[in-house]
């Protein structure tokens, strides 16, 4: 009982908690009543089994409320755990990501960060992923923006392709102009010699 107390003691030592909630540092002796205590309190697994930092009523296996500093996000990615592959229009796209309104705004939480970025609603209007209307995935955001980048290339790709075929256009065009202009001065070179030869004869 005194190794499981000092494990409790420890783990009030490395959490800091806001400054609107405080852990007891006497918790209840009785498991049940620990159990219920770390149950109602910003950490810990809401009866769902859901945990929450800074929420006593998480909605996901992991719920945090407030901002994360790590120096990595690993989000899996391997094929072998994806299924159900379909295409996707690069240029559909980033025509979707040019009207989608992004404006600045702070969380109601947290009014001294200011962000950039669009409201989850818009977000899935416009391209109908993630879990619903009030949330964007990383994945998803990150994944938008990679087919936008693609559907740009691919249209200053087009652009680049058609100023190349405009100006082989123009350069056979002045080429004709060229030709028909030494031919133009070639006759008028013939004329100006057979003028000078009836001048001769008079």
């Not at 249209?155 to 392709?161: C, F, G, I, L």
């Not at 405009?166 to 100006?192: F, G």
Request: hydrophobic share 35%; charged share 30%; net charge positive.
């Amino acid at each position: 009982m005194r190794r499981g107390n000092t494990k409790i003691k420890r783990l009030e030592e490395q959490i800091k908690f806001d400054s609107s909630w405080r852990l007891r540092q006497d918790l209840p002796s009785k498991p049940n009543q620990r159990q219920a205590s770390y149950e109602n309190s910003p950490f810990g697994p809401a009866r769902g089994g859901n945990v929450g930092i800074g929420t006593s009523t998480p909605a996901y296996p992991l719920q945090v409320v407030g901002s994360c500093a790590a120096t990595t996000f690993v989000t899996v990615s391997d094929r072998n755990a994806k299924e159900n592959f379909k295409p996707v229009s690069a240029r559909d796209i980033l025509a979707k990501v040019a009207a989608l309104p992004l404006s600045r705004w702070n969380y109601k939480e947290d009014k001294t960060q200011e962000h950039i970025g669009p409201m989850a609603q818009d977000f899935h209007f416009a391209f109908d992923v993630g879990p619903d209307d009030k949330h964007i995935t990383t994945v998803d955001e990150g994944g938008v923006a990679l087919a936008a980048i693609q559907g740009l290339n691919q249209k200053v790709e087009d652009r680049s392709q058609d100023l190349e075929t405009r100006s082989r256009r123009i350069e056979a065009e002045n080429a004709e102009l060229r030709r028909q202009n030494d031919s133009l001065n070639s006759r008028l070179s013939d004329l100006e010699a057979a003028v000078k030869a009836l001048a001769a004869r008079k």
